[in-house]
Nanobody
Framework: QLQLVESGGGLVQPGGSLVLSCTAAGGALEHYAIGWFRQAPGRDREGVSCINSSGHRKNYADSVKGRFTIFRDNAKNTVYLQMNSLAPEDTGVYYC?????????????????????WGQGTRVTVSS
């Protein structure tokens, strides 16, 4: 089974930037669409961004459009989430999730149930 590992979280001031990484053990990410989700304290987990296996199709939640960029380097077996202009409302635990292009884009990429594989999350705190 694909084991996803997120990294890159931390404490950042408002207006700052972070790059999150999602890597995998037990499989090649190049075969999967990857979604990034986040969960703020007391709130439901929500979809942030998604990228298909080839990297040619990308989706973003309205709340992060123009600030976040998802991209992948299949040679490094890694998917990244570049986060700029961070605000306190971006605080939360960020998770990456994986499933096939068919599963993800056959449904709604923001729906948790379409993803079979999840990482443990990396915490992002935006605070001064």
């Amino acid at each position: 089974q694909l084991q996803l590992v997120e990294s890159g979280g931390g404490l950042v001031q408002p207006g700052g930037s972070l790059v999150l990484s999602c890597t995998a053990a037990g499989g090649a990410l190049e075969h999967y669409a990857i979604g990034w989700f986040r969960q703020a304290p007391g709130r439901d987990r929500e979809g942030v961004s998604c990228i298909n296996s080839s990297g040619h199709r990308k989706n973003y939640a309205d709340s992060v459009k123009g600030r976040f960029t998802i991209f992948r380097d299949n040679a490094k077996n890694t998917v990244y989430l570049q986060m700029n202009s961070l605000a306190p409302e971006d605080t939360g635990v960020y998770y990456c999730a994986a499933d096939t292009d068919q599963a993800v884009y056959g449904g709604q990429w923001t729906e948790l149930v379409v993803y079979e594989n999840w990482g443990q999350g990396t915490r992002v705190t935006v605070s001064s």
